[in-house]
Structure formats: structure tokens, C-alpha cells
């Protein structure tokens, strides 16, 4: 049975822990060659060679996505070092739960820069990487619930993650005649530690599995005929509508 990615080159930001994790172990493991992006050096590195004890092929890229030069040196050297890109999955994020009125600055700009400017800027980059070779290409954006549900507890996550939900659909309408397809997943709350195992049921959190098993098949050639979509993955997390 031939692998849904083969042969394809993946970058995934924030790959070597959680969600970003199991979507880098799944992409490998379905035959992508994946270039894991973190702060961390080490987490990176371990995150490869797990990788390449399960017989898939990755390799680390330490930094700070939010840096003005970072967007154009990944792209390069996922090119450099696998020859080619197919693949982007701007999973990386940050989260503050606070009450709207003790949001700082600080967490404001944080959490736009890492969860929506760094995909905006990376998509540019790979976008262009993608249109040189001419062989199309999938973008797909882990966005939120509080992308398309506002929740008073998160706004600066809502206002980045429902801008994540827009670049989505006017990126994929850019990017259609070059074949570059651009879709989203929006999970709910998800299952921790959870990148071995599968939900059984929408009354159950989703698992990092689940999402991971999106993300693979919006990258794959099975949804080539989508793009400008966000798949829904809430499982269990509702947001209660009072009559």
C-alpha cells in the first residue's frame, strides 16, 4: 500500500512537542521527508532521531519564527537539504488565557506575531519556493475553535486565530492558479500526550492524533481537489448558546 506523502518534503513549525509533534511523527510516517522547526535545539534533534528509529526521514531547524529573517532561511534550507518543498503546516502558537482586561502588550504582540504574522510570512516564502518548481504544493494552517467561536477568556488568541481562519481562504484564492492549495484544521480542546491513539467518539476530546490524521490528509494528493477550507475537529468542546 503506497504512503499518502511519499517522497513529498514537509515543513512543520513547532514539531518537536504536542500537537506539532504527533503531526512531524505522522507526516514521516506516511512517507514525507519533514524538516522539524523549533526553539529548542535539543527537542528538535530528539525529535529526529525518534523520527529515524521508526525508519523516517527529518531534520532539525532551530529558531524563532516570528524573526523578520527567519520565514526565507527555513524555506532555504528545507530546498538545500531535501531538494525540493511540498509541504507547510504553520502549527506553531502560543496561548495566554486571560480576561480581556488583563491582556497585556506583551501578550498581545506575542501572540499575533507566533499565530498569525509568522504563517502570513511563511506562506509568502513558501509559496514562492513552491511556484519556482512548479509542482503545486499544500499549506495547512492549525488555526482554533477561537477561530471561528470568540470566547471572552481568549481574545488575543480569537483575533489571531479567526485571522487565521481569513489568510486561509484569501491565500488559497491567491494560490489556486499556481495549483498551491491552502486549507485549516480548527481542533477543539485537545487530549494531552495523545499522539498514539485516536478518539472513538465526537462526545470525547479530540486526540493529537486525530488532528495529525488531518493534517495528513490535507497534504496528501487525496484532497487536491480542496482548498480555502477549515475541517472543523471540536469533538467534545462545545461553546453553550443560551436560549
Not at 480569537?158 to 492549495?181: N, P, V
Request: aromatic content about 4%.
Amino acid at each position: 500500500m503506497s504512503k499518502l506523502v511519499e517522497d513529498k518534503v514537509a515543513i512543520v513549525t513547532g514539531g518537536s512537542r504536542g500537537l506539532g509533534l504527533a503531526i512531524s511523527q505522522a507526516l514521516a510516517a506516511d512517507g514525507a521527508q519533514v524538516l522539524v522547526v523549533s526553539r529548542s535545539e535539543e527537542r528538535g534533534r530528539s525529535t529526529v532521531r525518534e523520527i529515524e528509529q521508526r525508519g523516517g526521514i527529518a531534520g532539525a531547524f532551530t529558531g524563532d519564527i516570528t524573526l523578520p529573517n527567519t520565514p526565507a532561511a527555513l524555506v532555504q534550507e528545507a530546498v538545500e537539504r531535501f531538494g525540493r518543498l511540498d509541504i507547510l503546516v504553520n502549527c506553531a502558537g502560543v496561548f495566554f488565557w486571560k480576561k480581556l482586561l488583563e491582556l497585556t502588550p506583551q501578550d498581545w504582540n506575542e501572540t499575533i506575531a507566533t499565530n498569525l504574522s509568522a504563517p502570513f510570512f511563511l506562506t509568502q516564502e513558501a509559496a514562492k519556493a513552491m511556484i519556482a518548481a512548479g509542482r503545486g504544493g499544500s499549506i495547512i494552517n492549525v488555526t482554533s475553535i477561537h477561530g471561528l467561536l470568540g470566547d471572552a477568556s481568549v481574545a488575543a488568541q480569537c483575533a489571531a486565530k479567526f485571522g487565521l481562519t481569513g489568510l486561509t481562504q484569501a491565500s488559497a484564492e491567491a494560490l489556486r492558479e499556481f495549483d498551491i492549495r491552502v486549507n485549516a484544521v480548527a481542533p477543539g480542546s485537545i487530549e494531552p500526550d495523545s499522539g498514539d491513539r485516536r478518539s472513538d467518539s465526537p462526545k470525547r476530546k479530540v486526540t493529537q492524533a486525530d488532528v495529525a490524521t488531518i493534517v495528513t490528509f490535507l497534504a496528501s494528493d487525496l484532497s487536491r481537489s480542496i482548498t480555502g477550507a477549515t475541517l472543523d475537529a471540536f469533538g467534545s468542546t462545545r461553546k453553550v448558546i443560551k436560549a
